[in-house]
């Protein structure tokens, strides 16, 4: 099987790919909320790699079966394809085999949907064999029902924005050679998933602790402050994608703090099935630090899809502190330029007090960056770190161990 290859690697043409967007108008998808998604899915695209330059919205009551949008909206976009030599087309959401083969016939350019756009950026992330062979998984995974006819008018040659990952030859392989490969993935995900169990449970007597969080929201940064070890930080989507797991020790109280991968909406559920192993990390935590970019525009929105899917993979009653992250940006950019400085500090308490309210107490508001409110968060995590041990142990007595 062909080697992953970085985005690094693989800009041989210094050009980025031109994409456009193209996004449905749903009865209950209003415009409002599909401009989310589609700013998400501009910034997914470039941190693939591509130059987005323009969007295409249709308002239908549901996606056309054959072609997921109208007929005359394709002739539209087929035009300004041509016209504006556009590279790829990308799809808010997720295509069956048979309407990405009918637009790409249609189209002559390659086409992604939001799913394979993720699994594209996951491939380019991937540092691990363990995360390598959880992205090929779920990308194998993705390609069986599209083999046929998959992208055969394209030049496969070029490579590019959904192409990494299985190469150009993998991809013209029939089901049977793909199944197999399926099936050793498996197997070798599974032989992982064991070694990794067996690391967990050598480190069982530790209390365990779990950054998560929607992507991108500053879970490394605050992880580098807080484990005090260099962490890659990066203003991407996924930036982080293997987890990393360090120990801590305050105060003579040792635990273990891991950076997990980053949710994010629409999060494609072969992913979610493929890094098991990343998310047992999640589920058998005994702290969650839920991580929030509080000066997103739609960070309740995004605490709701961080919230549900830790619900999907059965870590929804864990404990938690719900991390504002941000808090600083949210005062520069969020508040009206022309308010006091009074006025400012008034609506951030009134903000703080409505959501202390909501988490019962259990939240904080902070600045990883400006390190603001970090030696209260401490103190928090510190707190609740304890109160676990006290429940292991009758008469804890915490001591700093060598790991």
Known sequence: MKEFVKLSEKKQNPQAEKAVLVGLILPQQPETKLDEYLAELSFLAQTAGADVVKIFKQKLPHPNSATFIGSGKLEEIREYVVAQEIDLVI?????????QAILERELKVKVLDRTFLILDIFAERAQTAQAKTQVELAQMQYLLPRL???????ERQRGGIGMRGPGEQEIETDRRIVREKISRLKEHLEKIDRQSMTMRKQRHDLVRVSLVGYTNVGKSTLMSLLSKSEVFVEDKLFATLDTTTRKVVWEQTPFLLSDTVGFIRKLPHRLVESFK???DEVREADILLHIVDV????YED???????TLVDIKAGEKPTILVFNKIDRYRNEYLDE????????????????????????????ISATERENIDDLRELI??????????????????QQEW
Not at 148 to 154: A, M, V
Not at 295 to 298: C, V, W
Not at 302 to 308: A, K, S
């Open 302 to 308: 995004q605490i709701n899809v961080v919230q549900q």
């Open 295 to 298: 000066s997103h525009l739609q």
């Open 277 to 279: 192993t990343t998310l």
């Open 148 to 154: 046929r006819g998959l992208w055969t008018h394209l």
């Open 338 to 365: 022309y308010l006091d400085e009074a006025t400012k500090t008034e609506i951030v308490e009134e903000l703080m007090t409505q959501w202390l309210k909501r988490a019962d107490g259990n939240c904080i508001f």
């Open 382 to 399: 510190l707190g609740k770190v304890q109160a676990v041990y006290a429940d292991y142990y009758t008469n804890y007595q915490p001591q």
């Open 91 to 99: 799809f808010d959401d997720d295509l069956s085999p048979k309407q």
